[in-house]
């Protein structure tokens, strides 16, 4: 089993920045595709970002594209969400999810096998 962790969650500006981390434990956490995902209220979760097991592969929603940059630490056994000109829009509870591939990851949540508590972002306008 692997429990994962976020933070880094908070209250920022519009145009503002926030990185947000998923620390894992428990069993191995390699080789895996890790995910980022959001939820806002009334709404469905929604891909945001993924990164292969080297870190080579990444693969980013459309509504972040050039704001946001996913990399990793497997050393650290952590994944990062850099968020650079956040919008209102952005505000969600942010969930990092891992899944046993090699590959970038699915954009679907359901591919995804072990999932963190979440964090909670807000954009202020």
């Known amino acids: 089993q692997v429990q994962l962790v976020e933070s880094g969650g908070g209250l920022v500006q519009a145009g503002g920045s926030l990185r947000l981390s998923c620390a894992a434990s428990g069993r191995t956490f390699s080789p895996s595709a890790v995910g980022w995902f959001r939820q806002a209220p009334g709404k469905e979760r929604e891909f945001v970002a993924s990164?292969?097991?080297?870190?080579?592969?990444?693969n980013y929603a459309d509504s972040v594209k050039g704001r946001f940059t996913i990399s990793r630490e497997n050393a650290r056994n952590t994944v990062y969400l850099q968020m650079n000109y956040l919008r209102p829009e952005d505000t969600a509870v942010y969930y990092c999810?891992?899944?046993?591939?090699?590959?970038?990851?699915?954009?679907?949540?359901?591919?995804?096998?072990?999932w963190g508590q979440g964090t909670q972002v807000t954009v202020s306008s």
């Open positions: 990164i292969s097991w080297s870190g080579i592969s990444t």
């Open positions: 999810s891992a899944t046993p591939v090699y590959g970038s990851g699915s954009t679907s949540a359901y591919d995804y096998d072990y």
